[in-house]
């Protein structure tokens, strides 16, 4: 099968990670491309069997260059997939005179009226899927797991958050939290954004220097999950994010704000409400030995339920029953 992905994204983060490990897979068997904006910065984690197109035209939602590029391009294959509102938006305009095979995946509960009209549908969760008036498919991701070398950061109770530094993956509210921790620790949040200087001056504000470091994009994330403490999911809203499923992998112990799909996945004794972090985090400091027993214990059988084997299996069948 001729396959095309489309985001409307060229930075790497959850979704990217998860289009890139698809279509190198699916490249192995099938003629797969990629479409992204220009000055894409994640070629370089691509298949070289991928074949990718990076548009020149302004990248907005009504915009008739954009719309004869992406159809140039499009008009060669036999499937396209969109991850995304925007890229649904555009392609939906654009598939009324392409009429190609057409399938959508909405990545969370946020706006996204487009999907309420896109006949295929795919929804990372069950709660995204509630969100989607018209019938959907929940496909839940996977992961490949790898052997991994721990990587210890520090002497202390050490617990991790990982993510873009945005205000939606409450950051904030959790660096709040951990400064009323009364027993010793380092806090390590990775990952980048608009947020960091913010974060910075909440940190130094409540004089946490010692206590909370941000250590901004990392590429050993993995080994850092397995050698720490604890993994912290701190958003606000989620679809499935891909920090779960690595924690669910290499976490120690992974606890999580009750949103999206993470409830789904996620036992009630590993969540917490946001305002109840710190409470939280005190119960585990205390009964430690427990939860990591608990949680170590969920995550095996879990892991054969999110595996990328499993995941790209139902993929597969799905595309197969597109019309």
Known sequence: MKICYFICSNIFGGVENIVINTLNELSKTDEVALITPKNCSFKDKLSKNVKLYEYQSFDKRYNPFLYLEIAKIAKNYELIHTHGAKATQIFYIINKFLNKKFVATKHNIRKGKIFNRTKNVLAVSKEVANTIKNESKVIYFGIKK???????????????????????????????????????????????????????????????????????????????LNGSGMQIISSRSEGLPNTLLEGIFYSNLLISTDVGGIKEILEPKFLFDINECDKKLKEIKENYGFYKDEFLKFAKPMQEKLSFEKYLYELKEYYKEVK
Do not use: C, H, W
């Not at 940190?203 to 250590?215: A, F, S």
């Open 146 to 224: 790898i052997d991994i070398v721990p990587k210890k950061l520090t002497d202390k109770f050490s617990m991790v958050s990982v993510g873009r530094l945005d205000p939606i993956k409450g950051f904030a509210e959790l660096i709040s939290s951990v400064s009323k921790l009364n027993f010793e620790y380092k806090l390590y949040i990775v990952g980048s954004g608009k947020e960091e200087q913010n974060l910075k001056n909440l940190i130094n504000g409540l004089k946490l220097n010692d206590k909370v470091e941000l250590l901004s994009f990392r590429d050993d994330i993995k080994e850092i």
